[in-house]
Every structure is written in structure tokens, then in C-alpha cells.
């Protein structure tokens, strides 16, 4: 598993080194209000966000019932350092809720394998994955992303995926983490209120107005 990877590659984790985050303000109003969609984790190189992650998804696996789908980019793996390749794990992952695997087959149908393939994938599967969050049996939903900056390939159509299904979907919560770059940060917060906390390098963006989904 990847998260496994990485914890052995970061040294294992410290309950010390991640607790101290479920009691920050910001996490708590991400965590706790519907209409806070997307919390954004960012900061230098070595600062730690992947084994925060990893806290975060564990500590999630014993105090929650929902799904949880999560992804590690990885710039120096080429297999999955672009946005398909993240985006059909996501799509992979939710197989988990056997009901949603329909909106897989459906696609499969109307595009065979083709659909699926290098430049015709990326709308493909972001088809069925909007197809999958406006499912109304659809469980409450974590996803996780770590390092966006490590996403080389086609990173902006993951951002603007990100941005635009956050503000729709109140049964599914995002968290996202990266280096701070300059398209990121345009990208996941142009317009839209935020909370800001620098202590922890830690930013939750706020969606008070949430768009209609489609």
C-alpha cells in the first residue's frame, strides 16, 4: 500500500509529530462544518505534510465510519506522478462502496477500452467520478491527496477538479497537501473565503457559498 510506503520511507510515525492537529481551530471547523469542503496543508519541502497525512488517515480509520479514499504523488515515479493516474486510483479506491462500480461499467460501455487510454482517460474518469459524487447512496467521503506539487503531469486539470467538486459536494471532505507554489495556491483559493492559520503552515479554505452540483 502506498500509505505503508511512505510511512517506512518517512521513518514510521509519532503519535506526537500529528496529534497536535485535531485540536487546532481550523481543523476542528473543517472537520465538524458541512460547509467547510477542502482543507489545504501546505509548506516547504521536509516540513512534514506526508506523515501528518498519514496521522490524519489513521486516526480517521478508528473514530469514522466513511470512506476514505487516499493518494501519495510521487514526482519521481512516473507511473503515478500525472493527474490520471491519480484520479484512477480515486475512482479504483471508491470500488470499496460495490454499488458505485456501475458508473465504471457504464463508461466501459459506451467507450470501451479507448475511453480509458492516454488522452482520452482524463475526461473518461472524471466523468465517472462526478458521476459517482452526485450518487445519492454515496457514503460520506475523506479525500486525501498528499503532494500536488509532486503531480507533474497535467496538474492544473487535477487542481481545477479539485476546486470546482469541493464547492459542490457536502458528503465529500478533501485534504490536499503541497508546497507552496504559486499555481496551487491560485488555484484552490481565487475569491473563496479562508482560514488562516501559519502557525503549523496550515490553511483551510472555507466554501460558504457552495454552488449547485451537476
Not at 512534514?48 to 514526482?75: D, M
Not at 467521503?141 to 503531480?151: Q, W
Not at 503541497?178 to 472555507?206: F, N, Y
Request: hydrophobic share 35%; aromatic share 10%; net charge neutral.
Amino acid at each position: 500500500m502506498v500509505r505503508q510506503l511512505r510511512e517506512k520511507v518517512k521513518g514510521g510515525l509519532l503519535k506526537d509529530s500529528y496529534c497536535w492537529i485535531f485540536e487546532n481551530d481550523d481543523f476542528k471547523e473543517w472537520h465538524f462544518k458541512q460547509e467547510n469542503q477542502l482543507l489545504w496543508i501546505e509548506g516547504d519541502l521536509g516540513k512534514g505534510q506526508a506523515r501528518l497525512l498519514c496521522g490524519i488517515i489513521n486516526e480517521l480509520k478508528l473514530s469514522s465510519e466513511t470512506c476514505r479514499l487516499f493518494f501519495f504523488c510521487q514526482a519521481t515515479d512516473a507511473r503515478i506522478n500525472n493527474a490520471t493516474a491519480v484520479l484512477g486510483v480515486i475512482y479504483m479506491l471508491v470500488d470499496n462502496q460495490s454499488n458505485l462500480i456501475s458508473y465504471v461499467r457504464r463508461q466501459h460501455d459506451k467507450t470501451g477500452e479507448k475511453g480509458f487510454e492516454d488522452a482520452n482517460a482524463w475526461e473518461t474518469l472524471s466523468k465517472i467520478f462526478s458521476d459517482i459524487l452526485k450518487d445519492p447512496l454515496l457514503q460520506s467521503t475523506y479525500v486525501i491527496i498528499d503532494a500536488l506539487d509532486g503531480c507533474i503531469k497535467d496538474r492544473d486539470l487535477l487542481l481545477g477538479l479539485i476546486a470546482q467538486k469541493s464547492s459542490e459536494y457536502q458528503r465529500v471532505k478533501w485534504i490536499v497537501s503541497s508546497r507552496s507554489w504559486s499555481d496551487i495556491e491560485d488555484a484552490l483559493e481565487p475569491g473563496r473565503p479562508k482560514i488562516e492559520a501559519c502557525l503549523h503552515q496550515i490553511r483551510t479554505i472555507s466554501r460558504r457559498n457552495l454552488g449547485p452540483s451537476y
